[in-house]
C-alpha cells in the first residue's frame, strides 16, 4: 500500500472513529442517533449489493429503511414497534403492485435487513438505555481491538487457515492474538475504566473477561458471516462510503453479531 493510500486509509478511519465516539459520548441520544445513522446506510448498502438502486425501487428501499429505523429507536419510543409493525404489513401489500423481480426473493431481502441490521440497533439503543452509552463505546472499543490484534498477530505468525473458503487470509494465530489483545485491555478496563464505562459494582473482572470474549468470538463470526454474502455475490467490499476500507457493512460487520451476543451474555449475568 503506497503512502497516498495509507494516508486516505488513516484519516477516513479517523473520522469513522471519532464520529462514533462523539455519539456514544453525547449519552444514550447519542446512541438512538448513531443508530438511526447506521441503520440508514447499512440498509441503502446492503440494496445496493443485491441490486443496483432504480427509481422504481425507491420505495421498498423507504420502507426498509424505516422498518429498520424503528427498530433502532423502540428502546427509547416503545411506540415505534407499532410503527415497524405498520412498515412491514406495508412492506409485503407493496409488494402487490411490483411486476418486476422474484417477489418471494424481494421479501425475503427485506425481512434479512430488519434481522440483521435492524435488530442488532435496537439491542445496542437497548444496552445504552437500559444499562449504559459507554459500554456501547467499550463493545465498540473490544472490536477495534480484536481487529488490530488479529491482524498484526495473523501478519507475522498467521499458518493456520481460520476459515479458508470464505476468508483465506484469516488464520487462528489472528484469532488467538484478537483475543488475547482483548483479555489483556479487558484487565485494564476492569482496574481502570469500570466506572467509566457503567458497569460500576456490577463489573468484576470475571465479567469483563467474558465480555472480552465473546466480542472476539463472535465479532471473528460476524466480519465471516458478511464475508460469506460478498463471496456468494462476487464482490470485494460492501461499498465505498468510506475511502480505504469500503463500505458501512464492511466496518460494522463484527458488530451486527456481537451485539445480540453480548445481549445474551448480559442478560445471561444478570439472571445469574
Not at 476500507?245 to 458488530?255: A, F, K, P, V, Y
Not at 453480548?262 to 445469574?272: H, P, S
Request: with cysteine; glycine share 10%; aromatic share 12%.
Amino acid at each position: 500500500m503506497d503512502f497516498h493510500k495509507l494516508l486516505i486509509r488513516s484519516v477516513s478511519g479517523v473520522v469513522y472513529c471519532a464520529i462514533i465516539i462523539c455519539c456514544i459520548l453525547c449519552g444514550y441520544w447519542g446512541v438512538f442517533a448513531l443508530g438511526v445513522l447506521l441503520s440508514t446506510l447499512a440498509c441503502i448498502e446492503m440494496s445496493k449489493m443485491f441490486h443496483e438502486l432504480s427509481r422504481e425501487e425507491l420505495p421498498v428501499l423507504i420502507i426498509d429503511i424505516t422498518g429498520c429505523i424503528c427498530l433502532a429507536i423502540a428502546p427509547i419510543m416503545p411506540e415505534a414497534m407499532l410503527m415497524w409493525v405498520a412498515a412491514m404489513v406495508v412492506r409485503l401489500i407493496e409488494q402487490l403492485y411490483i411486476v418486476e423481480g422474484n417477489p418471494v426473493k424481494e421479501m425475503a431481502l427485506s425481512a434479512f435487513k430488519q434481522l440483521y441490521i435492524g435488530l442488532p440497533m435496537l439491542l445496542m439503543t437497548a444496552i445504552a438505555y437500559l444499562i449504559h452509552p459507554m459500554l456501547i463505546l467499550a463493545i465498540f472499543i473490544f472490536i477495534w481491538i480484536n481487529d488490530t490484534g488479529a491482524f498484526l498477530v495473523g501478519s507475522m505468525l498467521g499458518k493456520h487457515r481460520l476459515f479458508e473458503r470464505i476468508s483465506p487470509k484469516k488464520s487462528w494465530e489472528g484469532f488467538f492474538g484478537g483475543l488475547i489483545f482483548n483479555l489483556g485491555f479487558s484487565v485494564l478496563f476492569y482496574y481502570c475504566f469500570n466506572d467509566f464505562f457503567g458497569l460500576g459494582g456490577f463489573g468484576t473482572l470475571g465479567i469483563w473477561l467474558g465480555l472480552a470474549a465473546t466480542v472476539s468470538v463472535f465479532g471473528t463470526w460476524g466480519d465471516l458471516v458478511e464475508s460469506l454474502m460478498k463471496r456468494s455475490l462476487h464482490i470485494k467490499d460492501s461499498g465505498n462510503l468510506i475511502p480505504g476500507h469500503g463500505g458501512i457493512l464492511d466496518r460494522i460487520d463484527s458488530l451486527l453479531l456481537v451485539l445480540p451476543a453480548v445481549t445474551l451474555y448480559l442478560a445471561i449475568i444478570i439472571c445469574l
